[in-house]
DNA sequence: ACCGTTACATACTCGGCCGTATGGTTGTCG
DNA sequence: CGACAACCATACGGCCGAGTATGTAACGGT
């Protein structure tokens, strides 16, 4: 079928400028997303991207939808088939933690929401998210506020690790230390196993 | 001595240009810190800016080194003429839950950490307010690891909490809903009264 | 009263980036 | 093999914001 060879001259399709606007976005930013230096990226000119989208706005659009489709979805799936409910979150944790890229996307949006156009998408994602979290907290045998209190503060733990990581560069944390902190966090947040 | 009413025809200082940068930054994010913009929000034109500073640059540099050499101070030193180490860590998350306005520029600095010149002045504050908690914790009794551990995880809470809730929107959290979620923060991550 | 310093106005240049216009190339289907 | 559509190049117009050049008004000291 469609063969998705990304090198050499091959002609785009929209897709392709999709992608290419979302790694940027991982690298550089959402503020480096600039038609003429995307296009460059992508060998081609200008010419070509006001062919598949009337605007740059429209580009920017079409990226974080297909993003916010493409997000989550086999993690979150993967994590409620595990049978004993108190189990799940401290694999989510330890699961998100070691996957680096799926973040870097996020990182990047979290530093952009001054662009109006990302604050919707960030918001239905961070609440979809929070929704899951308490749902996990309460099988796991929390009363339903508190489960949502809870939600919040490891969600919001989330967000800010991310900052001051690596958007910050707060001083490099080693890898074996970074587990430790994983697991205190787990500890922290995480409702002990013998309890009611 | 000084007479500084900030209205009508007074000549303006250096000061008073990384004041009005510092009240942009909040209201509007760091991009909206553009010079004629802010000329004319002074009541004045281009023309008077750059007597003042060689480049926008320079007024953003000294606007960020205003903001961090009259930041927390206060705050941080009330907290620790309290006695029982116990009851400080508390008493400062109610504190700093019931000020806003500090937090608007410091959130609008996390918005804005694409910009290079604002991740160094950002890493130093972080820094020195984990040092501060970490001290707090180990004063609490905390083992040395683990208070690092606890003040990593309770600052990046503070700093995921402003970017979900005053730059996202996320639904509008009630003031008692706050409240309540304050008092969750402070069980959860504060070591118990009873407890060595 | 004068004069230099401080503070500001006005009018320009310049570069970056969006969007448009138009013409050329590469496919593919009858 | 011609024709129509998909895809791309080149060239241009225009806005916006930074920075420069230069002239001018207020002030403070002597």
Redo the contacts between chains.
Sequence with gaps: MNDGAKNERVRLSAEDWEDGALALIAE??V?AVAVEALARRLGVTKGSFYWHFRTREALLQAALERWEEYGEREVLAEIERIPDPRKRLPELFRRVAHEMQPHRVYAAL?????HPQV?PV??RV??RR?DFLTRMYTEAGLEP??AL??A??T???????L??NF?????RISHDEFD??VE??IA??TPAKSND
Tied chains: 1, 2.
Excluded: C, N, W
């Design positions: 550089q930013g503020g979290l530093k952009a929401l001054d604050i960030m918001s961070s609440q929070i506020v508190v209190h809870r919040r503060l969600y919001a733990a989330y967000v800010g690790f900052q001051l958007t910050l560069g707060l001083p430790a902190y205190h966090m922290t947040l």
